[in-house]
């Protein structure tokens, strides 16, 4: 056969096969091997109001099937960070001049004005690596590796879990643990617990680099109930130590009667300071303790998905998170999943307003308004499609509500009325495709 | 020796995002996968390829001694007439015949006679296997359409060709019939009708290696045509650190040297592939060559 003509066998075959058979088939064969990457790229915007914080993200996840049910997942996470952050300190009836972290110049806000940290500017690379299979008939393993690089920041992480499936598979019970390396090194040094903040040039309050270790564990069960009834349990222990404080967080010292900040002259010639502020000061550990319940909702197509999650660590925040999403199919190639999230959380026992002048120090403090007391909502829609290709596509579109309140009783003075809690409204934008290689 | 009837059953279950319909033909679990959720429409179709295979199988087997086959088999250089449908099946044997030099044959069964690859060392006397050959030939036939005579001592087998020809059968049955899509799967040979509409591809495990140097349990995605392997890794023997395929040269009476361990082949039909991945295994080691040559879609696994 070897020395006939190329294909010369193929056509021959065709015109006999035709005999055979009668006919052949209008459509040729198409078959090949099942694409073998899988990938999902996100683009997100996240946008404050009031022109804080803007982060645009670009989110790559490449996960490779080896068959038998070992995948090998890759992740590339890309952001871009700018905007103003409330930098701790409070309201004043009159401007207010501030060292910028880098001790290197100086920014002045408004009377009146809630002190904004303007010079927020970061990009983060992240990476992940995953590797996950089987160990015999009912055992799966997963193992990861995880890192991101910041201006000031770096992490480290390894994870692995363990699952079983029972119960002809109806019943999976996982466990995982984490553990991250975390290295802190802030723009012009990390400040020393409550020091005061210094003229510009001046860095005798700040020390090098930090590091915090944080290990991860989880248990879970994953019960299928019914054909249209998922439901899944977990609890998970999180501990972390050594560096938890912002260390471009600090506090307004004011006077114990008045509540207002103490003035402050800067050395003669040089810029500082117009007040008297502390960086802020976190306790060195931190367990947090969750737990977390979900059903999955099938019915004719539409997919109900609806979470809870409670909170509490040993800082005294407690918090409780609703999630719920429905999925529902517009025809066969679409469909619309409206999302809301409620979110609430009490306070942190050493979240305070401000400092008082001539008072022992207490043995932690922060005024970052993300400790304090606060609820969010999150309410958007998503839509999404398949392309002709066969790829999928989604747009999502949130708003994000965050509403706080400050507790009566660390309110001092000229506080009362003044100062208040820096609410947060924020949209959220994300173009997701999904396609195969 | 003929099939019991409790064994000619058809079942219909669910599977993903089809049915499933389930019966055993020629040797073979043979699967109908519908895409489609209506279970009375499934069971239909399920009989209608049952029945069509096992008529085939009833027709062309050469178990089965009272058919079409035995009466070739056993008419001793008796001249037979046979029906059409035989007819056609002899004309396609007689092409392969000779699209092959004689390396595809249907009267090469009787090798059987001194071959067995049950995985031992039991390798034939030489001077037996000569004997045999001497009855091995499709040129040593008379076939003018309809009239068949064989020599004394010779024997036709279909089983080369009956497998897929039966899936392209029922697959053109099913298709006139229902206008969802179907795959018509006897024991890894398939045919799909047409192609699927909700999930745009079928997905088909196959164990062969890719030719880019894939792995065993290759997933495969087919919308319209078909796949048919050959070859079977548990067949073989062994003796002197030789490894002796069970694809035998009826030319020669003994084992092609250097034929894959298996080769799926995917073509417009299901005979097609079928005897493309038979001819490529004929080759021994042009296999892949072969293959190329003729610009097919294939997986070898060696």
Known sequence: MADKDPKSVSAALAAATCSLLGSLPAAPVQAEEEPNWDFNTALLYYGEDNDRVQDLSLNILARRDYLDDRFLTLGLTIDTLTGATPNGAIRQNVPQTFTRPSGSSAYTVPAGELPLDDTFKDTRAAITVGWEQPLGRLWKTGIGFSGSREYDYTHLGLSGSLSRDFNKRNTTVSAGLAVAHDIWDPVGGAPLPFAPMLDVGDTGNKTGSDTKNIVDAVVGITQVVSRRLLVQLNY?????????????????????????????????????????????????????????????????????????????????????????????????????????????????????????????????????????????????????WKTSSGSEMSLRAEIYQQNGTIPGELLIGNQVGRETYPDLDAIIVQLSYHFSR | MGIPDSARAVSVEAGQDCLVGRFAAMASPCEILIESGDRELATHLTRTAADEAWRIEDKFSRYIPDNIVGQINTANGRPIEVDDETASLLDFAATLYDLSDGRFDITSGVLREVWTFDGGDRIPDPEAV???????????????????????????DLGGIGKEYAVDRVAGMLSEAIACSVVVNFGGDLAVTRQPRQRSVWRVGIEALSATGGRAGTVLEISTGALATSGDSRRFLRKGGVRYSHILDPRSGWPVEGAPRSVTVAADTCTQAGMLSTLAMLEGHAAEAFLDGEGVIYWCRR
């Open chain 2, 130 to 156: 000569d004997n045999v050959v001497q009855r091995v030939g499709w040129r040593r036939l008379s076939w003018r359409r309809p009239v068949l005579a064989l020599q004394p001592g010779m024997q036709i």
């Open chain 1, 236 to 384: 998970s222990l999180s501990n972390a130590s050594g560096y938890l404080t912002d260390p471009y967080k600090f506090l307004s010292l004011v006077d114990g009667a008045t509540g207002d900040t103490i003035p402050r002259v800067p050395a003669p010639g040089a810029e500082g300071p117009s007040h008297e502020f502390r960086f802020e000061n976190r306790p060195d550990e931190r367990t947090k303790h969750s737990l977390y319940g979900q059903a999955k909702y099938y019915m004719s197509g539409k997919v109900l998905d609806a979470s809870y999650r409670y909170m509490t660590d040993d800082w005294d925040i407690d918090s409780h998170t609703v999630d719920l999403r429905l999925r529902w199919p517009l025809g066969e190639y679409s469909y619309i999943e409206p999302h809301l999230r409620f979110y609430t959380q009490s306070e942190a026992g050493f979240y305070t307003i401000s400092l008082v002048d001539g008072v022992e120090l207490p043995a932690h403090a922060s005024a970052d308004y993300r400790l304090g007391n606060f609820d969010a909502i999150t309410a958007g829609l998503k839509y999404g």
